[in-house]
């Protein structure tokens, strides 16, 4: 109930604020688990993401965010679970795939941290390992506009025009190496940007 309620805020401010404009909605599954897998500049591209998407959306979350009170509180209500990110948290793919086996979405955001200045950088094998266990749709997205409203190091929101836009299905083709699938996956997502 909480994450309808959040999204419905969110969905107001997106569109008084930024002027949110979705593309490619019809390529999310209408039901049945799978994988979203985005860039990520900002702080913003979660709650973008979540707008867009007409599916409740699973979060990872790095893990220190869970230590703090009320917003520990709030992201583990609102479907996000932790990650630690310096090592191949194992306890974390492992949730990742008992939720997306029970038929939910999955956000994933293949840099595993925010890129600098905008620019992508290169993604963890992670998702790839999920990618090539699950075999579920991999839906590549890309979010433009975040890093102008709320870049890195910034201490205001700025209105901005953000976009949102989902690409067809990929396939992972099988037996590649983790790295590879994960490195197709963000070239689909750049191709987004294009």
Known sequence: MLYWFSRVICIFIFKVLFRIKIIGKENIPKNGGFILASNHV??????????????????????????KPLLGWLISHLQAFPVKRASADLSALKE??????????????PEGTRAR?????????GIGFLAAKLEVPIIPAFIK????????????????????????????????????????????????AC
């Open 117 to 125: 200045n905008g620019i992508s950088s290169d993604p963890q094998p």
């Open 42 to 67: 900002s702080y913003l591209d979660p709650i973008a993401i979540g707008v867009a998407c007409p599916r409740k959306l699973n979060f990872m979350a790095r893990h220190d965010l869970f230590h």
């Open 96 to 109: 990742a795939m008992r939720r997306v086996k029970k038929g939910q979405a999955l956000i994933l955001f």
């Open 145 to 192: 506009g975040t890093y102008e409203g709320l870049p890195k190091g910034a201490n205001f929101i700025r209105p901005v025009r953000i976009s949102v836009s989902f690409g067809r299905q990929i396939s992972v083709e099988r037996g590649l190496p983790y790295q590879k699938i994960a490195s197709d996956i963000m070239d689909n997502i750049r191709r987004l």
